[in-house]
């Protein structure tokens, strides 16, 4: 350890190292704190300092070659100011290192998250893995900017997916940044938080009272009974195809007339309200349960007796049971949802979706308030039940009436009718 005017001269000139010794430290004798450190083949400049805490810091200002004694003396005056006005270098550049990359942060923090409360993990998993983190992975949370979230809405847009997918992709990044901030690991705005939505367009497939009556005619006789009350399930009441697919006996409440989702699409527990006749699908469902347990064990009984050893596969938790795997739930509506569209005449295009679609359409026209809806569909949030609103024309005419009425301007046997109508509405 020595003591003098570090230059680049000075530097040069110093006698290589004895054996045996690893590193000299030379300390600036006009600049405290600035420091030179030579070893075998090398010669770094160090600035050190004391933090708030009083506890010794070092700063590398760079090798001799790559910058010059003067250029790192420079440096060093620069970061001694910071210090004495309460900055501390080192630890800005370990805040800085620490920023995790949109790779790590998705992997560590994002989808353990997301998989803990949302059903709809494994399509947040897709959009990141496919999309997301090949354009983005590689920068920390810090780095990414408002013209790399437009890049990326401009190659989702380009691959040619429909716009409420690309809605799906911007909307997962929008809230991963908003959950980094909230956890505080990186500083700054959200790059995500006005990512350019695109307007989606709905598709307006509902079905009339005569189509549901005739697709309720085919589903009664079609050769899957089971698929099929699943699919009447569905038509009366709105719920998603995995709700009803997934329902498990233990689920349902048919004294209080519910059936209880225990992790919903929002991961949140939801009640789906039963109607009389979504009541009577469920008893006939629960009659076919108590043969085929009697069928069981009446197999069992006889293999017993004849003294065969066989497998007991129990009883089927499932409301909709599997044909060919026993304990499961059926795998799936397709065949007997082709049968029941040709049946019905219904249009080859009609999703099972749009069940959904047209329940709520029915509650619409029949006058129920959009929060009733929500609730019943399970919408978290109301925008999403607004689509509805226009499938109640006649009931928001009757209100846009009023008005006229209040003023007198209906013609006087309008307004009779518009009188004798609130009578009877308040009888």
Not at 33 to 43: C, D, H, K, L, V
Not at 406 to 419: D, F, T
Request: hydrophobic share 40%; charged share 25%.
């Amino acid at each position: 350890m020595g003591k003098a005017v570090i230059t680049s001269a000075a530097l040069r000139a110093l006698a290589p190292l004895p054996a045996g010794v690893v590193k000299f430290r030379l300390f600036d004798s006009r600049l405290h704190g600035f420091i030179a450190e030579q070893r075998r083949t090398t010669i770094t400049l160090y600035f050190r300092f004391k933090d708030q805490r009083g506890r010794s810091r070092e700063v590398k200002l760079g090798r001799l070659g790559d910058v010059t004694a003067e250029q790192a003396r420079k440096r060093a005056e620069q970061l001694k100011a910071e210090v004495s006005l309460g900055g501390d270098p080192v630890a800005a550049r370990e805040k800085l290192r620490a920023v995790p990359s949109v790779a790590e942060f998705a992997a560590d923090r994002y989808l353990p998250h997301v998989r803990e409360r949302l059903r709809s993990a494994h399509n947040i998993d897709a959009y990141l893995r496919r999309r997301i983190l090949p354009a983005l992975g590689r920068k920390a949370l810090d780095e990414v900017t408002v013209t790399d979230v437009a890049e990326l809405r401009r190659k989702l847009v380009a691959e040619g997916l429909a716009p409420g997918t690309v809605n799906r992709h911007l909307a997962t990044l929008r809230a991963m940044f908003n959950l980094a901030s909230k956890w505080e690991l990186f500083e700054g705005r959200n790059p995500a938080a006005s990512p350019g939505m695109l307007r989606e367009e709905h598709r307006d497939l509902y079905l009339s009272p005569a189509e549901t009556q005739a697709l309720v005619k085919a589903l009664d006789a079609d050769e899957d009974p089971i698929a099929a009350a699943a699919l009447a399930l569905l038509i009366v009441t709105g719920a998603r195809r995995s709700e009803i697919i997934l329902a498990k006996w233990e689920q349902v409440d048919l004294e209080r007339g519910l059936l209880v989702v225990p992790r919903s699409k929002s991961g949140k527990p939801r009640y789906i309200p039963l109607s009389p006749v979504a009541v009577g699908i469920l008893r006939r469902q629960d009659s076919l349960r108590r043969l085929l347990e009697a069928d069981r064990l009446a197999a069992l009984a006889e293999a017993e007796a004849s003294g065969k050893v066989v497998g007991d596969p129990g009883s089927n938790p499932y409301v909709f049971p599997s044909h060919r795997r026993p304990g499961k739930s059926i795998e799936g509506l397709r065949g007997v949802w082709a049968r029941a569209k040709k049946a019905a005449g219904l249009p080859a295009d009609l999703r099972i979706h749009d069940l959904r679609h047209s329940f709520a359409s029915a509650l619409a026209n029949a006058g129920t308030p959009l929060n009733e809806i929500g609730t019943v569909l399970g919408h978290s949030q109301l925008s999403t039940t607004q689509r509805y609103a226009h499938h109640s024309p006649q009931r928001l005419i009757a209100t846009a009436t009023t008005a006229s009425r209040a003023w007198n301007l209906l013609p006087e046997a309008k307004q009779a009718e518009g009188v004798a109508a609130e009578t009877g509405d308040a009888a």
